[in-house]
């Protein structure tokens, strides 16, 4: 019997149905060793930075049946996925089974396919030590900042607080735009628009100097203006005709992925990666963890006979279109993220049900399908045209602009809904007079740089190289369950008062923890060890002995009232005990405290003035204030709970409900 070990039963049953009697497949549920939660775990007293892994009591009799398999099998084949994770959960098999190294085989697939299965068990390799050492680097380096500085922490702020080396980063990003949108001051100004017959033209020019972008600040100049085109003739100076094109992205990578996800579906990142796993592991989309855009031959073929088939030979490519790699570390064994069969077509696109697919998968693969199809079909192609109009009064010259477009081939937009704006004028010629019916300055206000939202959150970490495909979605949960940052109404990002003040610690006395530079370049370290060109423990023990050195410094030199304002007194007084209430600081915010304490423990959420909309209609007593569920929804409920339990998912005053986070169980109602 040949026993293949991989990571989830679903991926088990799907392997199982791709071979004969001779194999057993069997699943270890993930992780079989780990760090231990109740220390450190790693040797940092003598320097060596060895972890001291455990076999997790919940796995404990999952090892003990692997066990009892492995005996009885002729070969261990570990087929658990290609990334640094997967390698690292083989590696750990082996420890753990104690499996002899001659009658084990590791092979690789990104897709549960039956041809990738089988050409995967003709070739099969050793464990690449490099991925797992870049794994266990990681891991190390993540145990070693969360460990000794949560403590710190703890000590200078609030208890129970916690600090991770690449989270600190993305919190920084996010307390910086804040501080942007904070110090932002908003300017009025006006552009010039001139209406025609059945089309408008935007002032461009005045005599020879542009018009200013994105427009003028003097409302009375710009009055002016619009008080002399009224008076003006409009001649056609300039018609230009050009053919413009829009090329169709490259299939998905990770980043990609997760981006549009939340664009199109509002999924989090986390919801997405984990549908994705589920569409992988039936054997649906090649695996979901790539920065690669690169596609194999035989997709590529399948891809263009579909196209041909059934859009016809215009939409078919001569060649196929081959895209950079987007990553210099991007590995060309891997693949983008693609249907592993494009004649599965989409619901959508008049295909069959794909069975026991629930409706957010059904969702995911569709755009999954659609990306990858029309990365494959030609460029859209658009008639561009745009018009000069010239204006001319009191010895000066005015000059505006019409542009117009409309669509001459749709090519890949055939599959790929995007917004693209058309707009056709009517056939102008140059010398055409122009008949107006109406000149005005339309206001406008500059707006301040845009907070994060999940998507542009992935972006600037992708672009500045801090984390990688497995990371960004755990990034973006961690930060949010440490209630370091929040969302607003938009899904929007913004940091939470205990997020600023972490942050502010970390930045004047931790700086390395959060310096983009230093993490990203700590991420290329990382990369160098998966490919074997540094070793890791090196790379742990340069970043360790400053850092430790700094921590003890520190210890002794920052004192707690530098970030945490003394305890703030009121005007309410204990109904408990009778004693003063005071303002206090934990890691879920500020909160109202009994100054008897300990022998008096009574607590009540503070409220804050921004965070209230009104009475409570039920109670009479209470104030209406906005919450969140386990789930990320945003509420409406008193603050009396749970001696109140009113809640609604509108805002007083308003008809609309906050927006549904869409988990993957049913949104849960408010309590």
Known sequence: MKLIIVESPTKARTIEGFLDKEYQVTSSYGHVRDLPRGNIGVDVDEGTFEPKYV?????????????????????????????????????????????????VDRIVFHEITKDAIQHALAHPRSINTGLVDAQQARRVLDRLVGYKLSPFLWKKIANRLSAG?????????????????RAFTSEKYWTIEAVFSD????????????FPKPGMKDKKEAEHIVHILKKSDFTVACVVRKQKHRSPLPPFITSTLQQEASRRL??????????????????LITYMRTDSTNISKESLQAARAWIKKELGSTYALPEPRVFKKKSRLAQE????????NPSSVPQSMGGKVIPKLEEREVKLYDLIWRRFIASQLPQALFN??????????????????????????????????????????????????LTLNQVRADEHETEPPPRYNEASLIKVLEEYGIGRPSTYAPIISVIQERNYVERDERRRFQPTEIGEIVNNMLTEHFSQIVDISFTAN??????????????????????????????????????????????KETDEKCEKCGKPMVIKMSR????????????????????????????????????????????????????????????SWKKPGSEEEEPEEKPEEEVEKPT
């Open 55 to 103: 076999i997790p009591t919940k796995v404990r009799k999952r090892v003990t049946q692997l066990k009892k398999l492995a005996q009885k099998a002729d070969r261990i084949i570990l087929a658990t996925d290609e990334d640094r994770e997967g390698e690292a959960i083989a590696w750990h098999l082996i420890q753990a089974l104690e499996l002899p190294e001659d009658k």
């Open 333 to 340: 064994a891997h693949e983008a993220i693609r249907p592993t």
């Open 266 to 283: 509002w999924f989090s990142a986390r919801q997405t990666m984990r549908i994705a796993q589920k569409l992988y592991e039936r054997g």
């Open 199 to 210: 089309f408008e033209a935007a002032l461009i020019k005045v005599g020879d100097e542009a």
């Open 522 to 567: 700590m991420e290329e370290n990382l990369d160098d060890i998966s490919q074997g060109k540094k070793e890791w423990k090196k790379i742990i023990a340069a970043f360790y002995d400053p850092f430790a050195r700094n921590l003890e410094k520190k210890y002794e030199e920052v004192e707690k009232r530098e970030f945490i304002q003394k305890d």
């Open 384 to 433: 561009q045209i745009s018009v000069d109009i010239i204006a001319v009064s009191d010895n000066n010259e005015y000059t505006l602009r019409a542009t117009g477009r409309s669509t001459q081939f749709d090519g890949f937009l055939k599959i790929w809904e995007q917004k693209i704006s058309t707009n056709e004028l009517p056939p102008l010629s140059d010398g055409d007079k």
């Open 588 to 647: 879920f915010g500020k909160f109202i405290a009994c100054t008897g304490f300990p022998e008096c423990r009574n607590t009540k959420s503070y409220l804050d003035e921004s965070n209230t909309f009104g009475d409570c209609s039920d109670c009479e007593d209470g104030k209406i204030i906005r919450r969140k569920t386990k789930k990320g929804r945003f509420f409406y409920g008193c603050s009396n709970y749970p001696d109140c339990e009113f809640a």
């Open 165 to 181: 080396r690449v989270q600190s980063v993305a919190v920084r990003l996010i307390v910086d735009r804040e501080n942007e949108v």
